[in-house]
């Protein structure tokens, strides 16, 4: 499991839906309507009763916390469409006077650097289009809620300029979701092995050997350094993970696993 490398504190939550069933494509940044450190944030949402998380949460003092792996969902946007394809991110804002809702600048900054560590790891810019099809998107178009507020909703424009300006180049590409992923694969490689989780460090159930085929869903996840594939066991009925190949962006002649 991973935060990024600009993470000051973790303080983790069962409030999470598991393994993400898209690759990470979109952030979506929420106030936390709270003046807050990010502990006191993911502080909030350890109780089950709560029913909410977030991948990270960002104080006033400008530290970064982590609440859920990012390769798990987070509870955070009232939508499991959007929640499957963002890392989402709490921010302490100001609860008081004419300031309500104002991200201070220690969390603003925060929040920039952390959008450019995503951006660069999961290969995309901030595309803001002011509507579910940009690549930062808000809490309130999938919930009934004002989140992220007048003043955040208003900068989102100035967050993605600025996010974008700090990309050097064109960042490290991870493969776009293919128009069919899943289908028919032939085992290119002895001892592949097949995990109950799209990890390195996920228990071994069984393996395939070369010129064996199999059955994978339609879905895909990277992690490790690895793309991953899923599929039904037949006998158990559990979902059974492995690795298709190396993540370099596109598909490779090697790659352990080839479509027919």
């Keep these: 499991m991973s935060f990024s490398s600009l993470t000051d504190g973790i303080l983790r939550t069962n409030n999470h839906s598991g393994y993400r069933n898209h690759s990470v494509c979109r952030i979506t940044p929420h106030y936390m309507c709270a003046y807050w450190t990010g502990e006191q944030c993911c502080e909030s949402f350890v109780p089950p009763e709560r029913r909410a998380s977030a991948n990270y949460c960002i104080g006033y003092d400008g530290k970064i916390w982590g609440n859920v792996d990012e390769e798990y969902r987070a509870w955070t946007s009232g939508s499991a469409y959007n929640d499957n394809r963002a890392i989402t991110i709490e921010c302490a804002c100001y609860v008081d006077g004419a300031r309500y809702g104002v991200i201070p600048d220690s969390t603003w900054n925060s929040l920039v650097e952390l959008c450019v560590d995503i951006c660069t790891r999961y ?12 690549t930062l998107t808000m809490h309130k178009w999938y919930d009934d809620t004002d989140c992220p507020g007048d003043w ?13 300006a700090r990309l050097d180049g ?10 069919v992923f899943g289908g028919t694969y032939i ?18 159930i069984t393996h395939y050997d070369a010129g064996q085929v199999v059955e994978l869903d339609d879905w895909y996840t990277s992690c490790d350094g690895y793309i991953w594939g899923r599929y039904t066991g037949a006998s158990s009925g559990e979902l059974r993970y492995v690795a298709v190949g190396l993540d370099t962006g596109k598909v490779e002649d090697d790659d352990f696993l080839v479509r027919l």
């Design 152 to 164: 955040f909703s208003r900068n989102f424009g100035r967050l993605a300029d600025e996010v974008n």
């Design 170 to 179: 064109k960042p490290s590409p991870t493969p776009d979701p293919p128009t």
């Design 187 to 204: 085992c290119n490689v002895n001892g592949l092995r097949v995990r109950d989780a799209p990890t390195t460090s996920g228990n071994v």
């Design 123 to 134: 290969g995309f810019y901030l595309d803001f289009t002011g509507d579910d099809d940009g």
